[in-house]
């Protein structure tokens, strides 16, 4: 079924579809694309944002580093995010927490020390998908680098949680999970993690965060997003559901919130995930990291031969793209 295939490219679908509304409000959407949202890519090759770019970075940093463990993993990330930071490509709007972050990396301090430890931006978690796709991983490799990728530029800790369920996300989808039982492992995954601090993977963090104790500091971060995974709960279960997304589930900013929109347009029609990154795109939020993470799930858990044929060559970094799902499928 080519579910490394079907996760990375709809991660690239639906970050090319919300490219184009990103800082739109929902009744301009509404007004240019009708309320199921845009359907069709555009542009020859279809445009990507810096969401795509830097899940590259992360899936090709895995590939190079060799081995699994942070001592070899945390240099290629951080050669990897330097080369997307030093790009000509970089002109897609990339946050700017990651721009400072990279700026810091490049002097060769430990990162601890150049991350952004107030930020939780989405920037932590829409790049994270390569996490959940790699087969060979254990529960604490998964966990541990998940956290790390995130943790080198967003160094708050519901920055870190939020990045581990996102892979979670996929990885359990990708392995037959039914996407009805997926929020209550989410869920469930928050209580069981709630004061886990993996000090192999994170160092001193929770120190350079000004928190009084590792527990303390991962803690709030388990419980933020426990709390945004319980508004996708709500949501779900309403009768009244707005066709913005953003306004159940929030707009998609944050990584907490980037991870409960994108779960909830996901949840709405899993087995169409054409509507499903057409959701994502069709919000007044970050609608392309909102896309990009439904697309992501969806396609993980369908694989590549529920997406439009077509489109596989249409997309910008296709073979890129090709080349981590070769790798992982």
């Given at each position: 079924?080519r ?5 990375l490219?709809g ?5 090319a ?8 409000d929902?009744?301009t959407i ?20 810096d ?9 090709e ?17 951080r050669?990897a995010f330097?080369?997307?930071a030093a790009?000509?490509?970089n ?5 700017m ?8 990396l490049a002097?060769?301090r ?5 991350t952004?430890?107030?930020s939780?931006g989405?920037?932590?978690n829409?790049r994270v998908?390569?996490?959940g796709?790699?087969?060979?991983l ?12 995130a ?5 708050h800790?519901t ?6 369920l996102?892979?979670y996300?996929?990885w359990?989808?990708r392995g037959?999970?039914p996407p009805a039982?997926l ?16 000090e192999?993977w994170?160092?001193d ?11 303390q500091f ?9 709390a945004a995974?319980?508004?996708v ?17 929030g707009e998609?900013w944050?990584?907490?919130?980037a991870?409960a929109?994108?779960l ?5 029609s ?9 959701r ?7 609608s392309?990291s909102i ?7 969806a396609?993980a858990?369908l694989?590549?031969a ?10 910008e970094?296709a ?11």
């Amino acid at each position: 079924m080519r579910k490394a295939a079907g996760s990375l490219f709809g991660l690239a679908y639906g970050d090319a579809l919300g490219k184009p509304t990103e800082f739109e409000d929902y009744a301009t959407i509404v007004a240019r694309y009708g309320p199921g949202g845009p359907r069709e890519l555009t542009g020859d090759p279809a445009l990507v944002t810096d969401d795509t770019q830097m899940a590259l970075a992360v899936g090709e940093a895995i590939l190079a580093a060799g081995e699994i463990g942070p001592r070899a993993l945390e240099p290629a990330l951080r050669r990897a995010f330097l080369a997307w930071a030093a790009s000509p490509d970089n002109n897609r709007a990339p946050g700017m927490t990651c721009l400072l972050a990279c700026e810091a990396l490049a002097d060769g301090r430990p990162w601890q020390q150049a991350t952004e430890t107030g930020s939780k931006g989405c920037g932590a978690n829409m790049r994270v998908t390569p996490v959940g796709l790699v087969p060979e991983l254990g529960d604490e490799e998964r966990a541990g680098l998940a956290q790390l990728q995130a943790a080198l530029t967003h160094g708050h800790p519901t920055g870190l949680a939020a990045s581990e369920l996102t892979a979670y996300a996929v990885w359990w989808l990708r392995g037959g999970l039914p996407p009805a039982d997926l929020l209550a492992a989410l869920r469930d995954r928050c209580d069981e993690q709630r004061t886990v601090y993996r000090e192999e993977w994170l160092g001193d963090l929770w120190r350079q965060a000004g928190a009084r104790s590792p527990e303390q500091f991962i803690a709030r971060g388990w419980a933020e997003t426990a709390a945004a995974l319980d508004h996708v709960a709500g949501a779900l279960a309403g009768a009244d559901r707005p066709g913005d997304p953003c306004l159940a589930t929030g707009e998609g900013w944050i990584a907490e919130e980037a991870l409960a929109t994108a779960l909830y347009c996901y949840l709405l029609s899993p087995e169409d995930p054409v509507a499903v990154i057409a959701r994502g795109a069709a919000s007044s939020g970050d609608s392309d990291s909102i896309a990009c993470l439904a697309g992501a799930f969806a396609g993980a858990a369908l694989g590549m031969a529920a997406w439009p044929p077509a489109w596989a060559g249409r997309i910008e970094y296709a073979g890129r793209l090709s080349r981590l799902a070769r790798a992982w499928d």
